[in-house]
Each structure stands twice: as structure tokens, then as C-alpha cells.
T-cell receptor, first 114, second 108 residues
Framework: NAGVTQTPKFQVLKTGQSMTLQCAQDMNHNSMYWYRQDPGMGLRLIYYSASEGTTDKGEVPNGYNVSRLNKREFSLRLESAAPSQTSVYFC?????????????FGQGTRLTVV | QKEVEQNSGPLSVPEGAIASLNCTYSDRGSQSFFWYRQYSGKSPELIMSIYSNGDKEDGRFTAQLNKASQYVSLLIRDSQPSDSATYLCAAYNNDMRFGAGTRLTVKP
């Protein structure tokens, strides 16, 4: 059982380049999330998808776009990367609903923008 | 605004002691609360979840929830060096928000 799979694990971008982070889950979860983690900042929610076909902004959405391609996949796109987007990105999924259960995390993507 | 606040620490306790971690949240609509442990360079992993007011015990871990005070805590009894990690508090209300985390060091 793979759980939540993120690709790539590491990436270096030049300022202004674009890229898409991929995330897929095989647990039939309704909700999916993208977080970024910077030193001392915990996990900050970028975007989330409470169910297939819906997406909503989180705490720090500027500079990012997302696509909930289907129930399994939730991608995060950086259209024009900036050094401030250097971070570790985590995708997560959960059952969702009124009494949500735990979120399961992918292994993370370490992104450096130079 | 959905905010989750934690004491940033770091918190240092001797081996065998009780470690106490605290968390407050601003969204009164939050229904579910979670404590995650994160080792350096790794993904967060769930330790405890709690949905109802009161205490919930699981081995050496006890989570406490007080919705009236919007307060969640985690007690770790008989702390071990392997408990040294960052502990993240999370609250769920349609999305999941995390605090900044508390770094715990358990000294042998």
C-alpha cells in the first residue's frame, strides 16, 4: 500500500521557471492538501481540496495554483518560481467530512529556487 | 481566521520525566484535533487524535481537549530519548491547520 506519493523528491529551479509538483493517493480519500514547511514555521496550508472537483485557498496561496485532476491526484503548480518559494512541500490526504480522521503525508519535496 | 498556536519551545526534559505540550486554536468550529510527531527531515506522523472534551490515553501519551477554552494538550509520560522530535498540533474544520510546532529534547 503506497499511501501518498509525491514527485519529485528534490528540485532546483531558477527564478522565473515553472514546475508542477505531483501528488497521488491510493486510500480513496476525499480531501487532499498541499502544505509548505519553512524552518520554525510549522506546516502552512497552501491549497486544499475537500472533495473531488473542489479546491480552496489556504493560508498562503499566492504564487501557486492547484488542480484536483481526479479523486486520486492533486497537483501544485508554480507558474513563476521565486526564491521565497524555497521550502519543503508536503502533500497530504484524509477521509474528510464532519469528523475527519488523520491526514496521511507524502515524503515531501525539497524545492530550492535560485 | 483559523489559527493554531503552540509554544515554540524548545522544551527539554530528562529521560523518564513527563513532557507537557500545549496548543490553542482560534476556530470554534473545529471538530477534530491531532498531535503529530516529526523527526528531522521526515514527514509528520500521527500520535493522537481527539474529538471529545476530556482525556484520551494511548500508552505513554495522553491528549486533553477543552473546547470551551479552545485548548489541546499532549502529555508524554516516561519520556525517552527517542521522543526527541518536533510535535505539531492540528485542528480540522473542513481543512486542517497546523501550529508552528514545539521541539522536544529528551536528555538521557
Amino acid at each position: 500500500n503506497a499511501g501518498v506519493t509525491q514527485t519529485p523528491k528534490f528540485q532546483v529551479l531558477k527564478t522565473g521557471q515553472s514546475m508542477t509538483l505531483q501528488c497521488a493517493q491510493d486510500m480513496n480519500h476525499n480531501s487532499m492538501y498541499w502544505y509548505r514547511q519553512d524552518p520554525g514555521m510549522g506546516l502552512r496550508l497552501i491549497y486544499y481540496s475537500a472533495s473531488e472537483g473542489t479546491t480552496d485557498k489556504g493560508e498562503v496561496p499566492n504564487g501557486y495554483n492547484v488542480s484536483r485532476l481526479n479523486k486520486r491526484e492533486f497537483s501544485l503548480r508554480l507558474e513563476s518560481a521565486a526564491p521565497s518559494q524555497t521550502s519543503v512541500y508536503f502533500c497530504a490526504s484524509s477521509v474528510g467530512g464532519h469528523l475527519n480522521t488523520e491526514a496521511f503525508f507524502g515524503q515531501g519535496t525539497r524545492l530550492t529556487v535560485v | 481566521q483559523k489559527e493554531v498556536e503552540q509554544n515554540s519551545g524548545p522544551l527539554s526534559v530528562p529521560e523518564g520525566a513527563i513532557a507537557s505540550l500545549n496548543c490553542t486554536y482560534s476556530d470554534r468550529g473545529s471538530q477534530s484535533f491531532f498531535w503529530y510527531r516529526q523527526y528531522s527531515g521526515k514527514s509528520p506522523e500521527l500520535i493522537m487524535s481527539i474529538y471529545s472534551n476530556g482525556d484520551k490515553e494511548d500508552g505513554r501519551f495522553t491528549a486533553q481537549l477543552n473546547k470551551a477554552s479552545q485548548y489541546v494538550s499532549l502529555l508524554i509520560r516516561d519520556s525517552q530519548p527517542s521522543d526527541s522530535a518536533t510535535y505539531l498540533c492540528a485542528a480540522y474544520n473542513n481543512d486542517m491547520r497546523f501550529g508552528a510546532g514545539t521541539r522536544l529534547t529528551v536528555k538521557p
